[in-house]
């Protein structure tokens, strides 16, 4: 699947039918991004959680793949909610963060 499949999949299966009356009718132009936020820092907490435990030795009783594809679903879902293209902006910002080795720079990493 690639990153513009992933988002349209999102888009069209991330809907509001089971939030709160009150939600939906807040009014909130960035309420769906700021909800989208929180999801963030649940799945973050998860993964914080697991983290804590294995610095305390306790074994790991969670799937930490799971809270790591949620934070890609999540970041489908904040791009969506801010009409930008998920594709465009992780290319353009893994050129900057994560250029590619000196030797493969005429490759595509797309």
Request: aromatic content about 4%; overall charge neutral; charged content about 25%.
């Amino acid at each position: 699947m690639t990153l513009k499949e992933l988002q349209e999949h999102v888009r069209i299966g991330w809907t509001n039918a089971s939030y709160s009356r009150e939600f939906n009718q807040s009014g909130l132009p960035h309420k769906d991004f700021g909800h989208a936020l929180l999801h963030v820092v649940k799945a973050a907490g998860k993964l914080a959680a697991i983290v804590d435990d294995a610095d305390h030795g306790k074994p790991c009783g969670d799937d930490v793949g799971k809270y790591v594809a949620d934070l890609v679903i999540i970041a489908a879902r904040a791009a969506n909610c801010a009409g930008i293209s998920l594709d465009d902006i992780v290319g353009t910002r893994l050129a900057l963060k994560v250029p590619p080795p000196v030797e493969s720079r005429g490759s595509s990493i797309r």
